[in-house]
């Protein structure tokens, strides 16, 4: 397995597998060769990110800790941070989105459907 570090401040960038893990203040952005955000790491856990365009008023996921983006940019709110912890459901304090885990979905999966977040290629 081949990697690529090199640090900048408090940034640090990895090529690992065709992927590029980008660090920065114990967060890390794993990005795919094609330039979407497949999801980011804290700690060394996997933190996905959902986006709720459709305005729909619950969403279930199949992660108990994530990331809420609203809408996709540029109508997006600031990125939060949620931890359901041993809970079934959590309201983001920003959108009002109801998300519940769902113990049947995988991490990248959503009901309904389509509401996982990545960046558009550039």
Same mark, same amino acid.
């Given at each position: 397995?081949?990697?690529?570090?090199?640090?900048?401040?408090?940034?640090?960038?990895?090529?690992?597998?065709?992927?590029? =893990?980008?660090?920065?203040?114990?967060? #890390?952005?794993?990005?795919?060769?094609?330039?979407?955000?497949?999801?980011?790491?804290?700690?060394? =856990?996997?933190?996905? =990110?959902?986006?709720?365009?459709?305005?729909?008023?619950?969403?279930?996921?199949?992660?108990?800790?994530?990331?809420?983006?609203?809408?996709?940019?540029?109508?997006? =709110?600031?990125?939060?941070?949620?931890?359901?912890?041993?809970?079934?459901?959590?309201?983001?304090?920003?959108?009002? #989105?109801?998300?519940?885990?769902?113990? #049947?979905?995988?991490?990248?999966?959503?009901?309904?459907?389509?509401?996982?977040?990545?960046?558009?290629? #550039?």
């Amino acid at each position: 397995m081949a990697a690529l570090v090199f640090a900048a401040q408090t940034c640090q960038f990895r090529l690992q597998n065709g992927f590029l =893990h980008y660090t920065s203040d114990n967060l #890390t952005y794993i990005l795919r060769q094609s330039g979407k955000i497949w999801g980011s790491e804290m700690g060394g =856990h996997s933190i996905h =990110h959902f986006q709720n365009d459709a305005g729909h008023p619950t969403i279930n996921i199949g992660v108990r800790k994530f990331m809420c983006v609203g809408a996709n940019p540029p109508f997006d =709110h600031p990125h939060e941070y949620l931890d359901m912890g041993d809970a079934d459901e959590i309201v983001c304090p920003y959108c009002s #989105t109801l998300y519940r885990y769902d113990a #049947t979905l995988d991490a990248a999966q959503t009901n309904p459907n389509g509401c996982i977040f990545t960046v558009a290629d #550039t």
